[in-house]
């Protein structure tokens, strides 16, 4: 498994991932390609460079000068529960502390999905907020912090 930029050339695979999992709440694929243009990190994780095959990706914008926001996290339905979400998330989090300025990264995530709230308070984030009626389908989200 390797971390590689997304470029302009995954746009439909990532849509047709973002689409497979998040079904009507997804992305359409005129904001996945914003997101490509203007983004902090769009990361892929990659089987191999041969297939090149996308198994996940994760994508984080700055968007205060002390924040980022982490957007999107997903992983392939056939490779959850294998490790590759924390690998990829540990991955950007270092990455983001690299960064000068930061103090605090953000997420919104359904708050019906335990695997991916566990997975993030795993890693130090911790519920601050709910928000009902977040998504499109009128499901609420958790706000989520973690201080940096």
Do not use: H, P
């Not at 979400?85 to 359904?110: A, D, P, Q, R």
């Amino acid at each position: 498994m390797r971390i590689n930029t997304v470029s302009i050339k995954d746009l439909d695979e990532i849509f047709r991932l973002e689409n497979n999992t998040f079904e009507k709440d997804a992305f359409s694929k005129n904001s996945i390609l914003n997101l490509i243009i203007n983004n902090t990190f769009f990361l892929k994780l990659i089987e191999d460079d041969i297939s090149n095959k996308i198994v996940g990706f994760i994508i984080v914008i700055q968007d205060r000068e002390d924040r980022i926001n982490l957007i999107n996290l997903l992983i392939r339905k056939q490779y959850q529960n294998k490790g590759y979400g924390s690998y990829l998330l540990k991955y950007t989090l270092n990455k983001i502390k690299e960064m000068n300025n930061i103090e605090e990264i953000v997420l919104n995530v359904n708050s019906k999905n335990k695997v991916a709230i566990w997975l993030y308070q795993k890693f130090g984030f911790r519920i601050v907020q709910k928000i009902e009626n977040y998504y499109r389908q009128k499901k609420s989200a958790y706000l989520m912090i973690l201080n940096i």
